[in-house]
C-alpha cells in the first residue's frame, strides 16, 4: 500500500492517530499547520462516531468554482449512518499529497443526492500558519478567555435563571461591542461570541413570546364578522409575526420541541436554561403563514 493509499484509508476509517502518524509534519494543510488540521479532523471524526458513523465511503470528483481551485480533483467522503459528506481536495505528486483542503463547491463523479448534508471544515482567520496577532487581538482575546471560563466557573453544573442570563449579558456588553464585526472568523473570539449570541437568542425568544402572548389575545378578541380588523393587526403586527416565522424556523432545524423548557447552553459543562415554552411564537408564526 503506498503512503497515498494510506491516507485515503485512514480517512476513510475516521482515524486522526493515524493521519497524524503519516502526514508530513512540516506541511501544512488548508494553510494551517499539521496539529491544527488533525485536531480539526480529530473532533469532526469524535462527533461522527458519537452519532453512529464508523466509517466514510468515498467517490472521486473535482472542484466546481471556476474562481476557486476549478477541476482540482479531490474525493467526496460520506459517512455511512448519517450520510454526511466531507469534501476535500488533495494535491499529489507522483508519491504524497502536498495540501489537503476541503471544498465548498464539489462535483463528484455519480449524481449526488439531492440536499445532501454537507460537512464544512473551516480554518479560521487566526488558525492558519501566517496568522500575526495584533496587540489588540490579544488584548481581546484575553478578555474573551477570561469572560467565557469565568461563566464555566460561575455555572456549570448549573441551570440558568433569565435573571442569570440578564446579568452577564449586561456584564459583557461593552466587551461584546469591541469585538470586530466578523468576529466569528476567529477561533480566539469564537467561544465567547458564540456564547453571547445563545443566551441573547435566549433573551430575544422570551421577549416575543412575550409579545406574541398579548397579540395572540387581541387577535382572538377581533369578532369573527369584522374580518377588516383582523387585517388590521395583521398590519400592525407585520414586525412580530416575521420575527415568530423567522425564531419557529430556527427551531424547527434545531429540532426543537416548543414544549420543551430545558435549552442546552454549554453540553461538556453542563449548563442549561430554563425557559418558558415558546407555544406563543409557533402560534403566531402559524397565523403568518396562512396568511401569505
Wanted: one cysteine or more.
Amino acid at each position: 500500500m503506498t503512503k497515498k493509499q494510506a491516507i485515503i484509508k485512514y480517512f476513510t476509517e475516521l482515524n486522526a492517530d493515524m493521519l497524524n502518524e503519516i502526514l508530513d509534519h512540516n506541511q501544512t494543510f488548508q494553510e494551517a499547520s499539521k496539529a491544527t488540521f488533525i485536531q480539526k479532523l480529530d473532533k469532526l471524526f469524535t462527533t461522527l462516531k458519537q452519532n453512529g458513523d464508523t466509517h466514510f465511503t468515498t467517490t472521486t470528483g473535482v472542484c466546481n468554482e471556476k474562481e476557486c481551485n476549478f477541476n482540482c480533483s479531490g474525493i467526496s467522503f460520506k459517512s455511512n449512518k448519517t450520510g454526511k459528506a466531507l469534501d476535500l481536495i488533495f494535491e499529489e505528486t507522483e508519491t504524497d499529497y502536498t495540501d489537503i483542503y476541503y471544498c465548498h463547491k464539489f462535483k463528484t463523479t455519480l449524481p449526488e443526492t439531492p440536499y445532501q448534508d454537507k460537512i464544512v471544515l473551516n480554518i479560521l482567520e487566526d488558525e492558519k500558519i501566517d496568522f500575526k496577532p495584533s496587540e489588540t487581538y490579544l488584548l481581546l482575546q484575553n478578555k474573551c478567555d477570561k469572560a467565557y471560563n469565568n461563566f464555566i466557573a460561575q455555572y456549570q453544573n448549573t441551570t440558568l435563571s433569565l435573571s442569570d442570563v440578564t446579568t452577564w449579558l449586561r456584564a459583557n456588553r461593552e466587551l461584546h461591542e469591541r469585538l470586530p464585526s466578523m468576529a466569528f472568523l476567529k477561533a480566539g473570539y469564537r467561544p465567547f461570541y458564540d456564547l453571547h449570541n445563545s443566551l441573547s437568542l435566549i433573551l430575544q425568544n422570551e421577549s416575543i413570546n412575550r409579545r406574541a402572548k398579548t397579540a395572540l389575545q387581541a387577535y382572538k378578541s377581533i369578532p369573527y364578522l369584522l374580518p377588516f380588523k383582523k387585517n388590521a393587526w395583521h398590519k400592525t403586527n407585520k414586525k412580530l409575526i416575521d420575527d415568530c416565522m423567522y425564531y419557529s424556523m430556527l427551531h424547527v432545524e434545531e429540532e426543537v420541541n416548543p414544549q420543551t423548557t430545558l435549552i442546552n447552553i454549554l453540553a461538556h459543562e453542563n449548563i442549561n436554561y430554563l425557559a418558558q415554552p415558546l407555544p406563543y411564537i409557533f402560534i403566531i408564526a402559524n397565523i403568518g403563514i396562512h396568511k401569505q
